[in-house]
């Protein structure tokens, strides 16, 4: 089956977290900077600072390459690891 491009831009995530988070689940990083994991590809924007209101927080782009397949399950951990509530 043939993959697909899936992109998330992640406010207010540091991208070193993002980058930690896709290792732990078995990404290697190659020698362009792509995250490859089993069924698997992400690359990682350079982070952005993104004026909301009155403030400021990072943001990043992940962009995913997988077949559409795996791509629920995958976006689920994802959602679920990244999951946050604010006040």
Same mark, same amino acid.
């Given at each position: 089956m043939e993959d697909k491009e899936y992109? $998330?831009?992640m406010r207010g995530m540091? +991208?070193?977290d993002l980058l930690e988070y896709f290792i732990?689940? /078995?990404g290697k990083l190659d020698e362009r900077g792509t995250l490859i994991g089993p069924n698997w590809q992400v690359d990682l924007s350079d982070t952005w600072l993104c004026q909301i209101g009155s403030i400021q927080v990072p943001a990043t782009q992940v962009t995913f390459k997988v077949t559409e397949e795996d791509w629920t399950g995958i976006l689920k @951990? !994802? +959602?679920l +690891? !990244? $999951?946050s @509530? /604010? /006040?």
């Open positions: 992109t $998330l831009e540091p +991208r070193r732990s689940i /078995g @951990a !994802f +959602r +690891r !990244f $999951l @509530a /604010g /006040g």
